[in-house]
């Protein structure tokens, strides 16, 4: 298994700042995936974080308002930019089981909420 | 597009009780399905999960069968215990790696 740390656990922002959450693996790993989970709804995949390429984004989300950083194959940052209060969320940090389709690792994820 | 389609919370139950959390999917084909759970403080973990139709997948006492005719994935558990409280959710798999969740059922039993 993986162990993955998240930074901040939590945290309380104010509109139009902007935070950064990193995501620590214990082991190297190709893919990093960032998800968000909104009050009262699903995760919601925002993008693929590998190492020594830009990330790839899902639709709906854009490098301007979550810009991700993978230095190298133990972490990743996620940068929620010019924060909403919209943007008050759960952001979960994840990591493939090696060669087992589906199987994720997950961080403890980053509550953040926006005033 | 791809969507899985859970049960609302929360649900409340007495110890020794039998549990059921509905789940749906829509997709193309045949996806893997999956059951995740998030305890209280703790990061989303695998609880079970089936590769293909008439599959069961079963974990701790908690067991899920996949049935294509229904397009369904229940999770049910003869005997809940206190130490199963905890958000279940409903995934399934679109490739490279990618998961569709539903939005979560928080189960709370009471002893």
């Known amino acids: 298994s993986a162990v993955i740390s998240q930074k901040p656990s939590r945290d309380i922002c104010q509109r139009g700042t902007s935070l950064t959450i990193q995501c620590q693996v214990d082991?190297?790993?190709?893919?990093m995936f960032w998800y968000r989970q909104q009050p009262g709804q699903s995760l919601t995949l925002i993008a693929t974080?590998?190492?020594?390429?830009?990330?790839?984004?899902e639709s709906g989300f854009v490098i301007d308002k979550f810009p991700i950083s993978r230095p190298n194959l133990t972490f990743s940052t996620l940068t929620v930019s010019n924060m909403s209060p919209e943007d008050s969320s759960i952001y979960l940090c994840s990591v493939p089981r090696g060669g087992v389709v589906g199987e994720l690792f997950f961080g403890e994820g980053s509550r953040l909420t926006v005033l | 597009g791809d969507s899985v389609t859970q049960m609302e919370g929360p649900v409340t139950l007495s110890e020794e009780a039998f549990l059921t959390i509905n789940c749906t999917y829509t997709a193309t084909g045949y996806p893997s399905l999956f059951w995740y759970v998030q305890y209280p403080g703790e990061g989303l973990q695998l609880l079970l999960k089936?590769?293909?139709?008439?599959d069961k997948g079963s974990n701790k006492g908690f067991e899920a069968t996949y049935r294509k005719e229904t397009t369904s994935f229940h999770l049910e558990k003869g005997s809940v215990q206190v130490s199963d409280s905890a958000v279940y959710f409903c995934a399934l798999y679109t490739g490279f790696q990618k998961l569709v969740f539903g939005t979560g059922t928080r189960l709370l039993v009471s002893p």
């Open positions: 974080a590998n190492q020594g390429s830009e990330a790839t984004y």
């Open positions: 089936a590769t293909k139709a008439d």
């Open positions: 082991s190297q790993v190709t893919m």
